[in-house]
């Protein structure tokens, strides 16, 4: 499900109400340093047809024309978000491109927050902390607790390492959300439920002290097959503890689950 605009909706996401997309990949391919087995955008290797990344020029002229358009329409937006197919922080323009957003949010829709869906795996590049810093919603992801574990869900490029990762979103002193998603795969030997997974995921946690965590299951179609979702019901009574020692905790399941 490639976004083929580089600018796109509003649409209706279950976790940031609506919102107006900003892909900063190409608008026919996929780049991505990780290839999360339930990644709605498909495979890396499934989106290799375009490589042409956005400039900033382009994405500051797409944004204003659709922000004027929504204000003369009376089309209110909850959220600015920078998502789209695969990892907008591997956009070398994204600084830049935070600042135009920004300032074009404050004219044209000052009601909207800026959102940045990531994969945190680059917070520990200083000019991609700070742009992030300056977000309404810096959303940062993480799945599972260990490498190796992390490998079976997310596939990352050579070189990740989840400590470095955590060490990195401390630099947020918890002012930041933190995503997981939740689901079991036999095929890939991964169950978010398992002691293994929840309770290292819980450990990094209380570490990191996020102001918020999202948690969510799959709902849409994957590219890895036979993945299985978790209710609602599930996932609160797994992150129970964590909303008994008062950490906020949004719950989203599948829309049918809603």
């Not at 997981?180 to 450990?203: A, I």
Request: proline fraction near 7%.
């Amino acid at each position: 499900m490639l976004r083929e605009e580089t600018v796109f909706g509003p649409i209706f996401s279950r976790r940031l109400g609506t919102s107006l997309g900003i892909n900063l990949l190409p608008e026919k391919g996929k780049i991505c340093n990780f290839d999360c087995i339930y990644c709605e955008c498909g495979w890396n290797r499934d989106g290799r047809n375009d490589t042409l990344l956005p400039s900033a020029e382009k994405v500051r002229n797409d944004l204003e024309n659709m922000l004027l358009r929504l204000q003369k329409e009376g089309t209110r937006i909850d959220s600015i978000t920078f998502s789209g197919d695969g990892e907008p922080t591997l956009n070398p323009a994204f600084p830049t491109i935070i600042d135009n957003t920004l300032a074009l949010r404050d004219s044209l829709a000052p009601e909207a927050k800026v959102s940045v869906l990531s994969n945190a795996t680059r917070v520990h590049i200083p000019e991609v902390f700070a742009a992030l810093r300056k977000v309404d919603n810096p959303i940062m992801k993480i799945d599972a607790p260990t490498n190796e574990l992390v490998a079976r869900i997310n596939n990352p490029a050579p070189g990740y390492d989840i400590r470095r990762v955590v060490e990195a979103l401390k630099q947020f002193h918890g002012d930041f959300i933190l995503q997981t998603c939740m689901l079991r795969s036999r095929e890939y030997g991964f169950d978010s439920s398992r002691p293994e997974v929840l309770d290292g995921w819980m450990d990094i946690v209380r570490e990191l002290k996020p102001r918020q965590i999202m948690v969510y299951t799959i709902d849409r179609p994957t590219p890895a097959q036979g993945l299985e979702k978790f209710s609602p019901d599930e996932m609160r009574r797994l992150v129970q503890p964590l909303i008994d020692e008062g950490f906020s905790i949004q719950i989203k399941g599948a829309v049918e689950d809603n």
